[in-house]
């Protein structure tokens, strides 16, 4: 069966602080790899979508890599404003999986405090 | 429209009531998909319309629920004779047309409360 998990659960960082966010997968076949982000009360919002291993890709102050089992998002230097549930998904390759159709991890809760 | 728009943004059934979720994807997005979020979980795959046909409802939990895009655009989710446990965020995300590197575009979600 496809999952993704995604650790930790929760992460508190000072303004400035460095750190990563991990999402391991297993997929019988990827499509893509696609990082969202959520904030309290809304719809997860689009980060990135990873399509090979060694495939990086950035915006602002994130940074997400890929390799065959997993992906990390790379957040430099966060503000408070990064605070926010982040989201990791999968499409898989599995010829009966409706194309566009995504399967989710848990997700982070990041916290950055000033 | 600017977004993928969802009403009601909030809903209060008493156990046994019916509700009916709307969803408004952004203009001319081909692509509907339903999603339920429980608190504290990733969104997990309800159904999927491209157009108004319905592709897949594979992720629909019982027959409770039934889903409709009668012309393509608007779609409604339906839940009937709610149970406690449908209790979670109703999250619909639409895209141009189904490939697969397409990005999915989620509104903001209906949070249905069972009592």
């Known amino acids: 069966e496809d999952q993704v998990t995604q650790s930790p659960e929760a992460l508190r960082l000072q303004e400035g602080e460095s750190s990563s966010l991990n999402c391991s997968y297993t997929v019988s076949g990827l499509r893509g790899l696609f990082w969202y982000r959520q904030d309290p009360g809304k719809g997860p919002e689009f980060l990135f979508t990873?399509?090979?291993a060694g495939e990086e890709k950035e915006k602002e102050r994130l940074k997400a890599t890929l390799t065959k089992k997993e992906s990390f998002l790379h957040i430099t230097a966060p503000k408070p404003e990064d605070s926010a549930t982040y989201l990791c998904?999968?499409?898989?390759?599995?010829?009966?999986?409706?194309?566009?159709?995504?399967?989710f991890g848990r997700g982070t809760q990041l916290t950055v405090w000033p | 429209g600017a977004g993928v728009s969802q009403s009601p943004r909030y809903k209060v059934a008493k156990r046994g009531q019916d509700v009916a979720l709307r969803c408004d994807p952004i203009s001319g997005h081909v692509s509907l998909f339903w999603y339920q979020q429980a608190l504290g979980q990733g969104p997990e795959f309800l159904t999927y319309f491209q157009n108004e046909a319905q592709l897949d409802k594979s992720g629909l939990p019982s027959d409770r629920f039934f889903a409709e895009r009668p012309e393509g655009s608007v779609s409604t989710l339906k839940i009937q004779r709610t149970q406690q446990e449908d209790s979670a965020v109703y999250l619909c995300?639409?895209?141009?047309?189904?490939?697969?590197?397409?990005?999915?575009?989620f509104g903001s979600g209906t949070q249905l409360s069972v009592l």
């Open positions: 998904a999968v499409q898989a390759l599995d010829r009966g999986s409706t194309l566009g159709r995504l399967y």
């Open positions: 995300a639409s895209s141009r047309h189904p490939a697969t590197n397409e990005k999915l575009f």
């Open positions: 990873l399509y090979s």
